[in-house]
């Protein structure tokens, strides 16, 4: 299935539990992966070689959520690493559901 090829996702919060399992679903579908986690780089750097080893693209990304100029170096390195941003509507604010 590659609902989502070409397309690029990034997971908050994706080092373990329903995080992990969302980035894993999106990679199934396709799309490159973004694992964001704040305080576990080890368990975001597993999740991303669970997903590589399943044929998937990902990288992980230390990176505060809640912090403006860490959201700027998580979409930087997604440009570096994915060749585009996460896309967002103009006028809709990023919301974070924890």
Do not use: W, Y
Not at 12 to 26: E, M, N, P, V, Y
Not at 27 to 56: C, F, L, P, Q, Y
Not at 60 to 66: P, Y
């Amino acid at each position: 299935m590659n609902a989502r090829a070409g397309q690029v996702a990034s997971v908050t919060g994706a080092s373990k539990g329903i995080g992990a399992g969302i980035a894993k679903g999106l990679a199934e579908a396709g799309a490159a992966v973004v694992v964001n986690d704040a305080s576990s780089r080890e368990g975001a750097d597993r999740v991303v070689a669970e997903i590589e080893h399943t044929g998937g693209k990902a990288i992980a990304v230390q990176a505060d959520s809640s912090n403006m100029a860490d959201v700027e170096q998580m979409f930087d390195q997604t440009v570096s690493a994915c060749g585009r941003r996460v896309r967002r509507p103009k006028g809709v604010p990023v919301e974070i559901h924890r």
